[in-house]
C-alpha cells in the first residue's frame, strides 16, 4: 500500500498507516469509529470513501455519518450535501440518551480494539495473548470498565451503552447463552459485575467486518495507562519473583501476554529473577506512570 499523498510505501502499524517520507498518517479509529478495512482501503487507494456510518461527536453528543477524503495531506470527513430533512431524521434515529459508549472489536490473537466515548474519551489497543475473539472481546470490557470506574465519579455515570463485534460475546453478556468454558463464564461474570458497579448499562451486537490488525499490538512495548488502579505486590522467593496482580481477569491476561516467562499458581505469577526489572517497568507502564527514578525512589522508602 502506498501513501496517497507522495506514493512513498506506507507502514502499517496497529493503530494507523503511517507514511514515513511525508508525515501522513491515516488511522484506524476515527472519532469513536473502527474504519473497516475495505473503506480504509479504498481511501488510500482513491483518496476518497464512500459514507460510513457510526462517527460520534462528543461536543454534539450524537452519531453521524460521512466519507472520508485525503484533503491536504491529511484524512478529513467529507459530509453529505446537506439537506435539512434527512439530517433531521438521522438525528431521530440515534435517540440523545445514547451519550456513554464503549465499543469493543477483537482483531487477531487475542488482540482488542477498545473506543469509549460520551463522558470519558479514550481508545486504545490491548493484546491479550492467545485467547479467543469471545473472551479477548469481555477482557476488553472489563478494561474499559475498570478505567471508566476509575476514572468516573458515582454521581455522574450515564448509561453505558457497550458495542460489540462477536455474536457469541454479546450473546453471553445479553444473558442469551451460558459459555460451556468456565474461563469465559467466570469472565463475563467479572464483567456483570462491574457493568452493575457503573449502573444503568445495556449490550448491543453490532458487527463489522473486522479490520485485520497484522502482528497485533507491536511487541515490546507495554500498553500504557490501561490500568491506573492497579496495585501490584513484587517479591523475590527462592530464587524467583512473585508478582500478586488484583483479582481482574484481563490485568492478569494481559500481563501475562506481555511477559511470557511468567507462569500462574492459581494465586500469583512466578518468573526468573531477572525478570524483575522488566515487571515493574509492565507496572509503571499500565499505571500509566512516567519518570521512572523518581518512582523507584519512592517505592525505597523505609516502611
Ligand atoms: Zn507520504
Redesign the pocket.
Known amino acids: 500500500m502506498?501513501?496517497?499523498?507522495?506514493?512513498?510505501p506506507?507502514s502499517e502499524e496497529p493503530t494507523a498507516y503511517k507514511?514515513?517520507?511525508?508525515?501522513?498518517r491515516a488511522w484506524r479509529a476515527v472519532a469513536g469509529n473502527m474504519i473497516p478495512e475495505e473503506d480504509m482501503q479504498t481511501l488510500l487507494e482513491t483518496g476518497r470513501t464512500g459514507i460510513i456510518d457510526g462517527f460520534y461527536t462528543r461536543k454534539g453528543n450524537r452519531y453521524f455519518s460521512a466519507a472520508l477524503e485525503v484533503k491536504d495531506?491529511r484524512v478529513s470527513f467529507l459530509f453529505p450535501p446537506k439537506d435539512g430533512e434527512s439530517k433531521r431524521r438521522e438525528d431521530r434515529r440515534e435517540p440523545d440518551s445514547v451519550q456513554n459508549r464503549m465499543r469493543v472489536e477483537s482483531a487477531q490473537s487475542g488482540t482488542v480494539f477498545v473506543s469509549i466515548s460520551g463522558i470519558l474519551g479514550k481508545r486504545f489497543m490491548i493484546d491479550f495473548g492467545l485467547v479467543p475473539a469471545r473472551l479477548a472481546e469481555c477482557y476488553g470490557v472489563i478494561t474499559g470498565l475498570r478505567l471508566l470506574l476509575h476514572e468516573v465519579s458515582a454521581r455522574q455515570r450515564p448509561e453505558l451503552v457497550v458495542s460489540a463485534n462477536n455474536r457469541e460475546f454479546a450473546e453471553y453478556a445479553l444473558r442469551e447463552h451460558t459459555p460451556k468454558r468456565a474461563e469465559v463464564r467466570i469472565a463475563i461474570e467479572q464483567m456483570w459485575s462491574l457493568l452493575d458497579k457503573w449502573g444503568p448499562w445495556k449490550v448491543m451486537h453490532e458487527q463489522r467486518r473486522r479490520a485485520s490488525l497484522k502482528g497485533g499490538v507491536s511487541v515490546g512495548k507495554f500498553p500504557w495507562g490501561i490500568f491506573p488502579w492497579l496495585e501490584a505486590d513484587v517479591s523475590d522467593y527462592n530464587g524467583k519473583v512473585i508478582v500478586e496482580l488484583p483479582d481482574c481477569l484481563a490485568a492478569r491476561a494481559q500481563f501475562a501476554a506481555s511477559l511470557r516467562t511468567a507462569r500462574f499458581n492459581g494465586q500469583a505469577f512466578l518468573l526468573p529473577a531477572a525478570a524483575k526489572p522488566v515487571v515493574h517497568a509492565w507496572v509503571r507502564s499500565v499505571r500509566g506512570e512516567r519518570g521512572e527514578a523518581k518512582k523507584d525512589a519512592a517505592d525505597a522508602r523505609p516502611s
Open positions: 502506498n501513501c496517497p499523498v507522495c506514493k512513498s506506507l507514511c514515513t517520507q511525508c508525515g501522513f495531506g
